[in-house]
């Protein structure tokens, strides 16, 4: 084999190589999209719990099962957030399921009394609507879980 061919069929293989290459990325676009849509979802989660958008944040609420998760507004509307940070944000493999972990500094009206709770949420894609919610209920103000 002459030195020319042997470059040609080298050169062949190697843009066939990195044409599978772009091609097997192709599925990853739907990925993307859902990690994007997964940082805007949980950030707009948070921005809503921390100004006291309680009934806005529980738009986010649905059971993976579809069905609606009805939290208890009025509990909630008693107390303000200082502070919402997310600490830890997985996102699964397959890109529909994913788990944050939020440290909360909250006080109650009544009281002004600083406190701080971990708020582990549980998040799930809907192929459907193609949307983020969130499995898990509103954080539990007010309730020692320790």
């Not at 990853?28 to 009934?55: Q, S």
């Not at 107390?79 to 919402?84: A, C, E, G, Q």
């Amino acid at each position: 084999m002459s030195m020319m061919r042997q470059r040609g069929l080298l050169l062949a293989t190697l843009l066939l190589a990195v044409l599978a290459a772009g091609c097997a990325d192709v599925p990853l676009v739907g990925r993307h999209e859902r990690t994007t849509a997964f940082d805007d979802a949980t950030d707009n989660y948070g921005k809503m719990l921390r100004w006291g958008y309680f009934e806005e944040a529980a738009k986010y609420l649905r059971a993976q099962d579809g069905s609606a998760i009805v939290p208890d507004l009025d509990r909630v509307a008693r107390y303000r957030v200082t502070s919402y940070t997310i600490s830890n944000k997985l996102l699964a493999d397959t890109g529909r399921e994913g788990r944050v972990l939020a440290t909360i500094e909250y006080y109650e009206i009544d009281s002004g009394v600083l406190r701080t709770l971990r708020d582990e949420q549980l998040w799930w894609h809907d192929r459907e609507s193609d949307h983020w919610f969130l499995a898990s209920p509103l954080p539990a103000f007010g309730i020692d879980t320790k």
